[in-house]
């Protein structure tokens, strides 16, 4: 069965304390790996798509690379403005949907 | 602002009542997804639409139903609702048939409530 998990559920940050958020995945045959960003009462806004292991990503403070077994979201010197949900997603070959972890709660205090 | 719109922003009904959910998508976007999002199960795909056909289906319960009209808007439609329906719905768009280079566009959501 497809599973995306991410860790830590919750995470408190000061800001400019870097951190990383990880998604680590099983799927049989990956289309492509996904990260969005979820305000409260709002939909999920599109960050990056990663295809292949060892491709990297960056916007601004964050980095996404992939393994083939994980992603990691590496923050850079967050900012208040930053915190968020931040939501993994995995695609399958040949499939449509997206299948999403629970999220990482991030919170960034000034 | 995505350029996905939905509404009713809010829901509220009660056991056995039928809702109707509606999304537009962004101009230009073929395909139109819905999602649902509880705080037990997270973001689960529910069923995709492209150009007014069903293109893909997830964990759909029967009582649900969804399609796309010729304008390309979409209603999702929730028959004999129980407690456990009750989450955040959302729509979301994209401009092809849901290749993996096609970024989805989401909706706000729609909080529905059962009582």
Redesign the interface.
Known sequence: EDQVTQSPEALRLQEGESSSLNCSYTVSGL??L?W?RQDP??????LF?L?SAGEEKEKERLKATLTKKESFLHITAPKPEDSATY?C?V?KEY?????????TILRVKS | D?G?TQTPKHLITATGQRVTLRCSPRSGDLSV?WYQQSLDQ????LI?YYNGEE??K?NILERFSAQQFPDLHSELNLSSLELGDSALY?C?SSVG??Q??E???????TQLSVL
């Open positions: 289309r492509g996904f969005y009462g709002k939909g999920p806004e599109f798509t295809y939501l997603a695609q499939g449509n949907k997206l299948v999403f972890g629970a999220g | 995505s996905v997804y997270g973001l689960q795909f995709q293109r893909a997830g959302f979301a048939r849901g993996s280079n970024k989805l566009f989401f909706g706000s959501g």
